[in-house]
T-cell receptor, first 111, second 113 residues
Framework: GESVGLHLPTLSVQEGDNSIINCAYS??????FIWYKQESGKGPQFIID?????DKRQGQRVTVLLNKTVKHLSLQIAATQPGDSAVYFC??????????FGPGTRLSVLP | DAGVIQSPRHEVTEMGQEVTLRCKPISGHNSLFWYRQTMMRGLELLIYFNNNVPIDDSGMPEDRFSAKMPNASFSTLKIQPSEPRDSAVYFC???????????FGSGTQLSVL
């Protein structure tokens, strides 16, 4: 079946550096992607989304890039801060009505 | 809007007891999802509803688990009898329409002793 997966389970970055979290998807027909952030003790929270008619979308300190050719998307966080420490999930809701998440990437921000 | 509301926030029970988790989705949302999260298995989809109708319950681990959605503003996830391996954080989430973002509740931390 279709799946959403992450390349790296953990990522450690120095405070102030930029972070890049990657995600691969398998359904070439997917046209909508969402990034979530889950802090310890909380539910996943929406960060940013992108539709397939775009290859880049920017938010506040976050940018999502979509490469449909290789079925890959990434989340870039500029000037990473301690508050960015969390698990990040990508989701591909257009693969079906069920909302399936990959394993997530844990981002640790080092002082 | 208050967001997705789950109760209780924490539940500690003994093996064999019945556990009922509750969820109030965001008003106007027509899809509701139940997830279970553990360190070993990550975030697992248990069941989801569209317009109060269960669509896919293939993620429900076994017959001890059941979920209902009697109306658009309330859903329950019941475990009977509970077992220690059911210990996890259970999340409820809701969304409106297809290809829309999912909003999560704060979760219920379940500990079965």
């Amino acid at each position: 079946g279709e799946s959403v997966g992450l390349h790296l389970p953990t990522l450690s970055v120095q405070e102030g550096d930029n972070s890049i979290i990657n995600c691969a998807y398998s359904n070439s027909a997917s046209d909508y992607f969402i990034w979530y952030k889950q802090e310890s003790g909380k539910g996943p929270q929406f960060i940013i989304d992108i539709r397939s008619n775009m290859d880049k979308r920017q938010g506040q300190r976050v940018t999502v890039l979509l490469n449909k050719t290789v079925k890959h998307l990434s989340l870039q966080i500029a000037a990473t801060q301690p508050g960015d420490s969390a698990v990040y999930f990508c989701a591909d809701p257009s693969s079906g009505q069920n909302f399936v998440f990959g394993p997530g990437t844990r981002l640790s921000v080092l002082p | 809007d208050a967001g997705v509301i789950q109760s209780p926030r924490h539940e500690v029970t003994e093996m064999g007891q019945e556990v009922t988790l509750r969820c109030k989705p965001i008003s106007g949302h027509n899809s509701l999802f139940w997830y279970r999260q553990t360190m070993m298995r990550g975030l697992e989809l248990l069941i989801y509803f569209n317009n109060n109708v269960p669509i896919d319950d293939s993620g429900m681990p076994e017959d001890r688990f059941s979920a209902k959605m009697p109306n658009a503003s309330f859903s329950t996830l019941k475990i009977q009898p509970s077992e220690p391996r059911d210990s996890a954080v259970y999340f409820c989430a809701s969304k409106q329409g297809v290809d829309e973002k999912l909003f999560f509740g704060s979760g219920t931390q379940l500990s079965v002793l």
